[in-house]
């Protein structure tokens, strides 16, 4: 069975900088293009970070959208099966319910992890 555990948000000041982590099992993070999401309220659940999986001998391509390029970093830990999302220099409109899922958002959704911008 196919769980997706996300964790690691919070308050926190505007400029200031989290870590969620999405802790995966049922399937390997590293044969599925993985990816996280938002859910600002009022509004529809957006793609915010994508990694592909390992080619090459490399880790796999990310791509990001434009408004957290820069600030954000997602990762994979194939160890721990796991998925993180790197954030810095936070703003107020990066409030949201965070989720992760694959790109083609093919299981449930888990709880999500509320993350809060403000001062």
């Known amino acids: 069975q196919v769980q997706l555990v996300e964790s690691g948000g919070g308050l926190v000041q505007p400029g200031g900088s989290l870590t969620l982590s999405c802790a995966v099992s049922g399937f390997a993070v590293r044969s599925e293009i993985m990816a996280w999401f938002r859910r600002a309220s009022g509004k529809e659940r957006e793609l915010v970070a994508q990694?592909?999986?390992?080619?090459?001998?490399?880790?796999?391509?990310?791509g990001y959208r434009q408004s957290v390029m820069g600030r954000f970093t997602i990762a994979r830990d194939d160890s721990k099966n796991t998925v993180h999302l790197r954030m810095t220099n936070l703003k107020p409109e990066d409030t949201a319910e965070y989720y992760c899922?694959?790109?083609?958002?093919?299981?449930?959704w888990g709880q999500g992890t509320q993350v809060t911008v403000s001062a």
């Open positions: 990694i592909t999986r390992p080619h090459s001998g490399g880790a796999g391509s990310i």
């Open positions: 899922n694959t790109l083609n958002e093919s299981y449930q």
